[in-house]
């Protein structure tokens, strides 16, 4: 079974500048989180999508941040404008529900350095 | 809110030495607990996880016991190898209308030397 797919797996850009993350998840996963994982914490929800609609996106900085999971699958991740305090991981996982003892198979991660 | 506390770290350990990991929750209703693993330049891997109190999970020889009196979730390992390096996350799934979103702590990163 393939995995969680992420891309980039690294990104460098200026402050203001924009960047977009790309996640696939796994075949006839419904459920699909973005997290990001700042150095030396543990990751944090931003968003939950179940098929194409959102679940829980209460922890997005929705100034900046937005998120799509057109036809229920592929979702992007962007941020516009970066700022430093957005250099993090961002993790996409995937889930084939979206409740109760939930296990999600998380992608290698996009790494995002704001200069 | 809901929340996870993990011991800090880095635990730096000989091989074949005993691993806990000490984790306590703060949670409404009843959670469910996992314990993930991210080994360098990898993702996050399920570990184990328990779903009701007294539930004990287990895999790769290590154990965590699903304990309600004391709110908490130790993981622990007889015998660690070199290849148990890596960050260990304690995470729980709970809430009200329970989405299976997970609720991540700290994370604690284990050195094991020859």
């Known amino acids: 079974e393939a995995g969680v797919a992420q891309s980039p797996r690294y990104k460098i850009i200026e402050k203001r500048q924009s960047v977009a993350f790309w996640c696939n998840p796994i075949s006839g996963h419904a459920t699909l989180y973005w997290y990001q994982q700042i150095l030396g914490q543990g990751p944090k929800l931003l968003i939950q999508?179940?098929?194409?609609?959102?679940?829980?996106d209460s922890q997005l900085p929705k100034d900046r941040f937005s998120a799509e999971r057109l036809k229920g699958v592929d979702s992007t991740l962007k941020i516009q404008p970066a700022k430093l305090e957005d250099s993090a991981v961002y993790l996409c996982?995937?889930?084939?529900?979206?409740?109760?003892?939930?296990?999600?198979?998380f992608g290698a991660g996009s790494r995002l350095t704001v200069l | 809110g809901d929340s996870v506390t993990q011991m800090e770290g880095p635990v730096t350990l000989s091989e074949e030495a005993f691993l806990t990991i000490n984790c306590t929750y703060t949670?409404?209703?009843?959670?469910?607990l996992f314990w993930y693993v991210q080994y360098p330049g990898e993702g996050l891997q399920l570990l184990l996880k328990?779903?009701?109190?007294?539930d004990k999970g287990s895999n790769k020889g290590f154990e965590a016991t699903y304990r309600k009196e004391t709110t908490s979730f130790h993981l622990e390992k007889g015998s660690v190898q070199v290849s148990d390096s890596a960050v260990y996350f304690c995470a729980l799934s709970a809430g009200s209308g329970n989405t299976g979103k997970l609720i991540f702590g700290q994370g604690t990163t284990l050195q094991v030397k020859p």
């Open positions: 996982a995937s889930s084939s529900r979206g409740f109760g003892a939930n296990v999600l198979t």
């Open positions: 949670a409404t209703g009843y959670p469910s």
């Open positions: 999508f179940q098929n194409n609609g959102v679940v829980d």
């Open positions: 328990a779903t009701k109190a007294d």
